[in-house]
């Protein structure tokens, strides 16, 4: 909102024709102090409207973790359901405090150079002119979301503790530097720099496809990789077997709340909504490409839903709702990218793609014996990549400067006729994010597994996690052989004895009678 200043010398002139010079100034500062006094309320009304619109985002990013939960747990077996939502758990309370002292000063810990921030731990100094306390929360959300997209890879075999340091770990180092490159306005890779743009763009990575999804999905896949397969995944010929999770209602539970979620993800990024663009007082704002946002996300899920439906049918010959659900969320990590710089007509084609793109991972997956119960790292990791490349092709020049201004001339999508600058961004985040979570992940649950600390043995693998790690299964089985549910007196079938024909026929001669 534009400043509104007042001061007596600018009214005295207007105001002294009509009464004496002192008067006329005495009547000006009056009028001045209330202008002022309308102006001071305004701009505070602007803050309160600004940061409950990204607190009520933060709330729908943070309800996310209960789809995640629901999701996990119906993708597992019955015999690891606690152990699975107690990591998402986990994911969010360990995540809050390493973000808390360390996460966010890495990630915004402003001014700072372009690798990593150096201000704000523990939340020192803050809140700031540059931020909230609403942002922390909102950024912490996201944070959790990484932790929680890599749980599921490593699902089903993994010792407790492992979960507890990877997550400390990914949240308060890892996902903080990515997002500290490209979210941050002093990162390397950022669109929002005042200077030295990356290709004299910066990457276009408006919610996360790199730094959320992506950074999940490596950090899964690695993990995966270095714990290999769940005992049972592939026979001795190495052929596929299905080990197909407990619940499709849970399943279906949690994707729709990640989709629900998924409209404080993308829309609430803008961070702010009482923005007008232009001159103002127009219907045209901020406000508008955030209900655009939200409009190109529900497209490109729904899409990537539709497409894997008549896909799969076509090559499995069934309908199958869990892997619906996968393609819808698959839709939704690729359009995370570019979902407030593409048209709506752009986001379905995003959706289209992000499908074959989870489809083909699967396949590669299988014939590689790569096993990943929610097929996170194909998903998050593949259809994020693939989002990536989608804002390079399909930004419009009109949103990007919209949504990214003060750099007239900036790149947009190479499909749009803006060049190749911007695709070219975004080819270097897809590899240094690779790269990054790689050199730090990797090794991580490398030297977990080399002191024992990330597998859990093959017995408490085989008999289930919830009995042999958490005291006992997450759902009641065969209540009528609980002793302790009979009542005291118990009435008996009695069984009628099965006799010959010989027997039955002694029994009734004379000499029996």
């Not at 200043?5 to 000006?28: G, I, K, M, Q, Y």
């Not at 400390?168 to 890892?174: A, E, I, M």
């Amino acid at each position: 909102m534009d400043s509104l200043t007042c001061t007596a010398s600018d009214l005295v002139p207007l105001l002294s024709s009509s009464s004496s010079a002192a008067n006329a100034t005495a009547l000006a500062s009056f009028l001045c102090t209330r202008f002022s006094t309308i102006s001071n309320q305004l701009s505070d009304a602007t803050y309160a409207i600004d940061n409950t619109y990204l607190l009520f985002s933060a709330y729908l990013v943070f309800a996310m973790q209960l789809g995640f939960a629901m999701l996990c747990a119906g993708s597992v077996r019955a015999k690891n359901t606690m152990n699975i939502m107690l990591t998402n758990v986990l994911d969010a309370a360990a995540g809050a405090l390493s973000y808390y002292l360390f996460g966010f000063a890495f990630a915004f810990g402003a001014p700072s150079n372009g690798f990593i921030g150096r201000h704000f731990f523990g939340l020192k100094a803050y809140p700031s002119p540059a931020g909230d306390y609403s942002f922390f929360l909102y950024q912490w959300a996201f944070a959790i979301a990484a932790a929680g997209i890599t749980s599921g890879s490593i699902a089903e075999r993994t010792q407790f503790v492992a979960y507890l340091i990877y997550s400390s770990f990914l949240t308060g180092f890892v996902y903080p530097v990515v997002s500290h490159w490209f979210w941050s306005g002093d990162g390397w890779g950022s669109p929002t720099r005042s200077d030295n743009l990356l290709f004299g763009s910066g990457v276009i990575d408006f919610a996360g496809s790199g730094v959320v999804h992506m950074v999940g999905g490596i950090a899964g896949l690695w993990g995966a990789l270095i714990e290999g397969p769940r005992i049972g995944r592939f026979d001795r010929a190495g052929r596929s077997v299905a080990l197909r999770g407990h619940s499709a209602s849970l399943i279906v539970l949690g994707t729709f709340l990640l989709w629900f979620g998924w409209y404080g993800f993308n829309p609430g990024s803008f961070l702010t909504i009482m923005k007008a663009y232009g001159s103002g007082g127009s219907y045209y704002g901020q406000w508008s490409a955030i209900g655009r946002t939200a409009v190109t996300t529900t497209l490109a899920g729904c899409t990537a839903a539709l497409t894997t439906l008549f896909s799969k049918r076509l090559l499995v010959g069934h309908w199958n709702v869990i892997d619906v659900c996968n393609g819808l969320l698959g839709g939704f990590a690729a359009i995370t990218s570019g979902c407030s710089v593409v048209e709506p007509w752009a986001a379905i084609i995003c959706g289209f793609v992000a499908a074959w793109v989870l489809i083909g991972f699967n396949k590669l997956a299988s014939k590689f014996k790569y096993d990943d119960p929610l097929e996170a790292a194909q998903l998050h990791g593949g259809c994020g990549a693939w989002g990536l490349l989608f804002t390079g092709l399909f930004a419009t020049e009109a949103y990007v400067n919209e949504v990214y201004p003060g750099q007239p001339g900036r790149p947009y999508g190479l499909f749009m006729g803006g060049g190749g600058k911007l695709f070219g961004a975004q080819i270097i985040q897809l590899l240094v994010i690779v790269g990054w979570v790689s050199a730090t992940m990797g090794p991580l649950f490398y030297v977990l597994n080399r002191m024992k600390l990330l597998r859990i043995s093959s017995e408490d693998e085989t008999a289930g996690m919830d009995l042999t790690r958490h005291g006992g299964f997450a759902y009641v089985y065969h209540d009528e052989e609980d002793i302790s549910l009979r009542p005291g007196f118990m009435m008996t079938k009695i069984e009628p004895t099965n006799l010959s024909p010989s027997s039955e026929e002694a029994q009734r001669s004379p000499s029996n009678v």
